[in-house]
């Protein structure tokens, strides 16, 4: 069977530039899978997706112009219901092999096959492979029909009465097998080879393609349309970087604005543009936020990180003089910067403590009620947390700043760039001098904001930043909004994440237990009716809307723990290490958060160990004794009751490394508190080997007992190392 490469190809308007990507792969995969299972395209075909504001194709290597014939084994149905007693077909035999185009002639050709007991008959036959038109147009109508479209489109099509739905009108389709038009239509139109260029630049109108395999050329010859959205991104960095270097400057790294751009230009022409340096004046924050935001430019750093007042633009033209492009640009972001100046001036006007009332018309939530009242939840948080990490001092300015972080929402320049939030209160704190350290603590609340971000840069903002994250967590778990499945709209799980980083990289001697617990408290108290209030603010629960106070209960609390240490052995497990290193040390839910990287280094270092083997499976062996004890286990041994040398000897090991353990764990040397266990090999295979622990004697059972149970409590202070049995 002739096989030929084919291109697929969907002429539409502008196409969603966030989406485009997107949309890309899919229609070439969905497109692909489709004909791989109408086995029209081999396994290891190349396939290349295309791109671009205006279309969206693909071209696969090796499709055949009809699929090979199959041969199919059809289960008819059970013997004795096809055939009587003379072995002749039945009716209801017959009218199945009608319905599969034989008749009785076919009889004598029929299998029997034996399954399980019963005797059934099939009919080998042979499927004539689909022909590429019928393949190509299934696998166009399932592509369509998957695509990850984010808003469909509804319109007319030209004979002004029909409609179909689509992400963007539809003008053109091109189907190529070959030099050779496939006879399929999609969306009220009819296969053709002709595509149209880039709207200005294109040297020819409409293209008429020779092949599928000159597609990307002639697009780019004739049509100035680098097709490829792989293949135009690159070019769009190349001429950004090239600009950049000629300038001496570096733009910001943004590869979610670089898709963006790839996606509305056709043929890329980066060009360089100014503003006045009096608008550095304002935050580099807002101007490059305004200028990739609402302007799709790259804004220009100098050498020290520090935003110049130059930036590049991606043009979709290549006018001989540029100079009008660049123009009309500098003309737009000019009026974009003065509005940013100008609410940077207006917000500058009002200080931070005075728009802290004004907390109370941003809802946080419709079952927790205003910012305002989430402020006294913080803010008594973020003191609590100062004073256990550092005493009244910390306290004191932890509560200052949870006062004030939330205050930058009510700003003009918030308002019009959300993503600014946290970093503005910081501006505004500086500007009215009150101190780095709130200020930073202030920005740095919100931190990590996502994986790899930075954590916050002081104590104050190490206060505030958990103290918001855990408010968040268990007053949302408390009305019910638990992350399922992939949805987390308030999410909860970065929450924990930003939690878990910031106890562990900062080394925080903070028990988690103890935190939440807190944490619950904290909030309840906003339940007495008689609270004194410590600052000149209104009563939170006077607040007019809502007027809501949920009570949190303490299991609640550990319902945000097991949540966060679910996210933290995930997190850990993407990290490198292994599930039962994971299990082995989370399965003791140890409290200080800050200590599990030492102990797992040490329980690797400990699996590593020629003992460590069979000491998991004796502390496994040991674990599963003890469980299936009914009463209480004495926690002292009667060495006058050891009458076997084996318990004896186990005993004597025990004893001299006790205390060693205990000090190494102690100081935090875990490694040297599991490496100490090696010793205990030998006595213990000796002890199982020679003593018997559930013996008769009531006694001797107990005692024996005892001592397993204080060797079950030495093997596992760092971690539960029956875990790392197999």
């Known amino acids: 069977m002739t096989s030929r490469n084919l291109l697929v190809e969907l002429l539409v308007e502008e196409l969603p530039p966030k989406s485009l990507k997107q949309l890309g792969n899919s229609f070439a995969e969905l497109l692909t899978a489709s004909l791989k299972a109408q086995d029209l395209v081999p396994k290891d075909a190349k396939v290349t997706a295309?791109?671009?504001?205006?279309?969206?194709?693909?071209?696969?290597?090796?499709?055949?112009?009809?699929?090979?014939?199959?041969?199919v084994a059809q289960k008819l149905m059970p013997v004795a219901v096809g055939l009587d007693a003379q072995g002749q077909a039945t009716p209801p035999l017959l009218k199945k092999l009608v319905s599969l185009g034989a008749d009785a002639s076919a009889v004598p050709q029929l299998k029997r096959v034996m399954e399980g007991k019963?005797?059934?008959?099939?009919?080998?036959?042979?499927?004539?492979?689909?022909?590429?038109?019928?393949?190509?147009?299934?696998?166009?109508?399932?592509?369509?029909?998957?695509?990850?479209?984010?808003?469909?489109?509804?319109?007319q099509l030209a004979d002004g009465w029909s409609?179909?739905?689509?992400?963007?009108?539809?003008?053109?389709?091109?189907?190529?097998?070959?030099?050779?038009?496939?006879?399929?239509?999609?969306?009220?139109?009819?296969?053709?080879?002709?595509?149209?260029?880039?709207?200005?630049?294109?040297?020819?109108?409409?293209?008429?393609?020779?092949n599928a395999d000159s597609y990307a050329q002639q697009l780019a010859t004739e049509g100035a349309v680098i097709a490829g959205f792989a293949e135009r991104r690159a070019e769009i960095a190349r001429q950004l970087a090239a600009a950049a270097t000629r300038e001496n400057l570096t733009p910001v790294d943004d590869d979610a604005l670089l898709d963006e751009v790839t996606a509305l230009v056709e043929h890329p022409n980066v060009l360089v543009g100014k503003f006045a340096a009096e608008f550095l004046q304002v935050?580099?924050?807002?101007?490059?936020?305004?200028?990739?935001?609402?302007?799709?430019?790259?804004?220009?750093?100098?050498?020290?990180?520090?935003?110049?007042?130059?930036?590049?633009?991606?043009?979709?033209?290549?006018?001989?003089?540029?100079?009008?492009?660049?123009?009309?640009?500098?003309?737009?972001?000019?009026?974009?910067?003065?509005?940013?100046?100008?609410?940077?001036?207006?917000?500058?006007?009002?200080t931070l403590e005075s728009r802290v009332p004004e907390l109370k018309r941003v809802v946080y939530h419709?079952?927790?009620?205003?910012?305002?009242?989430?402020?006294?939840?913080?803010?008594?948080?973020?003191?609590?947390i100062g004073a256990q990490l550092s005493g009244k001092e910390l306290a004191d300015h932890a509560y200052e700043a949870a006062k004030l972080a939330k205050a930058d929402l009510l700003t003009d320049m918030v308002g019009e760039f959300p993503e600014l939030q946290g970093i503005m209160g910081r501006y505004y704190a500086q500007y009215e001098e009150l101190g780095d350290d709130i200020a930073f603590a202030i920005e740095d609340h919100y931190k990590p904001r996502f994986a790899g971000d930075a954590l916050p840069r002081n104590p104050i903002g190490i206060c505030l930043a958990l103290a918001d994250k855990l408010e968040t967590l268990i007053n949302m778990f408390n009305v019910g909004e638990i992350p399922t499945g992939d949805k987390d709209p308030f999410a909860l799980r970065r929450h924990a994440l930003g939690i878990i980083r910031i106890l562990i990289e900062k080394d925080l001697s903070l028990e988690l237990d103890k935190l939440t617990n807190k944490v619950v408290d904290a909030i309840n108290k906003y339940q007495n009716s008689t609270l004194e209030l410590s600052n000149s603010y209104e009563d939170p629960r006077t607040d007019s809307y809502p007027r809501i106070y949920q009570y949190v209960s303490k299991e609640?609390?550990?319902?945000?723990?097991?949540?966060?240490?679910?996210?933290?052995?995930?997190?850990?497990?993407?990290?490198?290490?292994?599930?039962?290193?994971?299990?082995?040390?989370?399965?003791?839910?140890?409290?200080?958060?800050?200590?599990i990287p030492k102990r797992l280094a040490a329980v690797r270092a400990?699996?590593?160990?020629?003992?460590?083997?069979?000491?998991?499976?004796?502390?496994?062996?040991?674990?599963?004794?003890?469980?299936?004890?009914?009463?209480?286990?004495?926690?002292?041994?009667?060495?006058?009751?050891?009458?076997?040398?084996?318990?004896?000897?186990?005993?004597?090991?025990?004893?001299?490394?006790?205390?060693?353990?205990?000090?190494?764990?102690?100081?935090?040397?875990?490694?040297?508190?599991?490496?100490?266990?090696?010793?205990?090999?030998?006595?213990?295979?000796?002890?199982?080997?020679?003593?018997?622990?559930?013996v008769e004697d009531e006694s001797l059972r107990n005692n024996r007992l005892a001592l397993l149970a204080q060797l079950h409590q030495i093997m596992n202070r760092v971690a539960d190392l029956s875990k790392l049995a197999s």
């Not at 149209?196 to 393609?209: D, M, S, T």
């Not at 186990?650 to 490694?671: H, R």
Request: contains cysteine; hydrophobic residues 45%.
């Open 556 to 595: 609640i609390s550990e319902n945000v723990r097991v949540f966060i240490y679910d996210r933290l052995a995930g997190s850990l497990r993407e990290q490198g290490y292994t599930a039962q290193e994971v299990d082995a040390v989370l399965s003791l839910n140890p409290q200080n958060l800050s200590d």
């Open 283 to 350: 935050p580099q924050e807002c101007l490059i936020l305004t200028m990739k935001a609402n302007q799709k430019y790259f804004p220009l750093l100098d050498a020290q990180g520090k935003l110049a007042n130059k930036f590049l633009l991606v043009s979709n033209i290549r006018p001989t003089d540029p100079g009008l492009v660049i123009a009309g640009n500098e003309r737009v972001v000019r009026s974009r910067l003065a509005d940013a100046q100008f609410f940077f001036d207006q917000d500058r006007k009002k």
């Open 606 to 694: 400990f699996a590593a160990l020629p003992e460590a083997v069979s000491l998991a499976a004796a502390n496994k062996r040991v674990g599963n004794i003890l469980k299936k004890t009914e009463g209480g286990i004495s926690d002292a041994v009667n060495n006058d009751l050891l009458h076997e040398p084996a318990e004896q000897a186990l005993y004597q090991a025990l004893t001299s490394i006790s205390s060693k353990t205990e000090e190494a764990f102690d100081s935090g040397d875990y490694t040297a508190s599991l490496q100490i266990l090696a010793a205990l090999k030998s006595p213990v295979d000796t002890f199982f080997d020679h003593v018997m622990v559930n």
């Open 50 to 71: 295309y791109a671009s504001p205006r279309r969206l194709a693909v071209h696969i290597t090796h499709v055949a112009a009809q699929a090979a014939d199959r041969a």
């Open 118 to 155: 019963t005797e059934t008959l099939f009919w080998d036959s042979t499927v004539k492979g689909t022909p590429l038109t019928d393949g190509l147009q299934k696998a166009l109508e399932e592509a369509i029909g998957k695509l990850p479209i984010p808003k469909v489109m509804t319109y």
């Open 366 to 384: 419709n079952k927790l009620g205003t910012q305002y009242l989430r402020m006294f939840f913080v803010r008594d948080i973020a003191k609590m």
């Open 163 to 210: 409609s179909v739905n689509f992400v963007r009108p539809v003008h053109a389709l091109i189907a190529l097998h070959g030099a050779d038009i496939v006879p399929v239509n999609i969306l009220g139109l009819q296969a053709g080879r002709e595509t149209q260029g880039h709207r200005f630049e294109a040297k020819v109108n409409p293209i008429v393609l020779h």
